[in-house]
């Protein structure tokens, strides 16, 4: 018996299919943006629950199989009127499993629940086109649930209102917001006999021969991916898709158009655009496989005052509000690091990290006063500066008795991340300017892939949770996440030490030990 979940690796792609059923030995172990997904999914999945009240029908569905939905059909039959959740459904050799069942009149609302926001068109008012894999997902269910003979009253995605905001005290009435696309399935539904059609001759072949695309991470990244890219036909060495930002549709123009496919092949003058002096840099660096240090890359740090703060937060954003005030996904500081130059070449460290599981904002603010005078006019460098804006606005917004205080940062907030663009580009980049990959450029032994557990941001929530969310998490285990998140967090802010001296054509600086 196929599942729903098969149907919808199918449609975004059939190898993804084959090798789920064929390679799960392929399938890497643990990865943290799968557990980030997985963790929210649970959270959320428990709070819309509950908003169905404490009288449910909860089917045991341990087996994916006819007898399992029979035995759920007989407990609806039994009781209408109802609600039901985790309901398991089978029809033509096709499982599904709704997540809840809302009695209406003869018939039930099949409500899917998802970690997403309510979509909203730019009035911020008018509701917005569902996501088409979210359709894809529940014309499954329907068409299970008509086959499986139970009617249909109607078909809504039960989404997180991100207008919301908690007001406390356990109150989560509002959290939940409904979006009827009953009329948007219609259709879709007709395609799922020949869905699992293909589906079923998919799986008794041999593995699809598919390349890799956009495909891989659309709606949802593939595990299986670089296993897949090792089969793919040799390509350049320096594809036209390297091209960053909106330089994406310009190679995509190129490569139908002129049938470039590599960043070599345009001549510079048709490299156009509002960035078209960033590319024809990229496609220079390629061309002579050595990295461009631009005249001038130095001058706006150079002008800085001391001292200066190199300056990074990490925080949490949760699906359903822990505090008050907070909306879904609102993020919230529970660490920063901040690498303080008093004078050139001079280093002392400095840093915030919460682990007691209680909002961490207060704190964070005030730790950050302790470190970060309102007089001195130092700048507050950052890679990227519109993470570290919007967690100071958001600060000041739910605490305004420091507002002033935070407006002052973010007004000194300096960016180094548009100077890299203007100034260098290193083939080793690969098109991409976040600064793991310009650090690997300009100073390859300080290596992410070296720090344990915390690598990246999404980890490093990850770690968060289990410190603060997971009863299962002893002192022991505790006192490592608080060492690695530590660890993490002040290579980021080293890393911008690094970026500002190799703009400014300085040696690398010295690291003091401990920092």
Sequence with gaps: MLTKSDIQSLVQCRRKLWLEHHKLELLPRESSGLNRRSMDGVIVGE???????????????KEVSQAAAESAKAQ????????AVEVPMAHADLYARADALVPQATAYILRETKTSTF?????????????????????????????WGLPIAGIELNLLNNRWRYPGGGDYSGLFRQLDVTKDVVERKTRVPIWLAQAKETLTGPMPDIATGKHCSEPYDCAFQKYCELRDPPGPP??????????????RKLKETKGYTSILDPKPDELTGRQASLYRRIQSAHRVGKPILEEGSGAAIDSLTYPRYYFDFEAIDFPVPQWPGLRPYEHVPFQWSCH????????????????????????????????????????????NETYERQRLEQLAIRHPEHAEILGNYASRLFDLEPIVRDHFYDPLMRGSFSIKRVLAAIAPDLRYEDLEEVQEGTAAQVAYLYATRDAGTGKERKAEIESRLRTYCRQDTWAMVEVAHFLLRLARPRRPVGM
């Design 238 to 251: 320096h594809p036209i898709e390297l091209l960053p930002g909106s330089g994406k549709a310009l190679a």
């Design 47 to 61: 709070r819309a629950r509950l908003d169905l009240g404490t009288k449910l029908i909860s089917p045991e569905s």
């Design 119 to 147: 979509p909203l068109k730019s009035d911020g008012v008018t509701p917005g086109p569902p996501k088409d894999h979210y359709l894809t997902d529940v014309a499954i269910q329907a068409w299970v649930m008509e086959g």
């Design 340 to 383: 303080i130059e008093r004078r050139p070449g001079e280093f002392e460290h400095a840093e915030f990290l919460d682990l007691s599981g209680n909002d961490p904002s207060l704190p964070c603010i005030q730790e950050l006063q302790k470190v970060i005078g309102a007089g001195d006019r130092g700048p507050l460098i950052v890679y």
């Design 76 to 83: 609806l039959l039994k009781s209408p009127g109802i609600s």
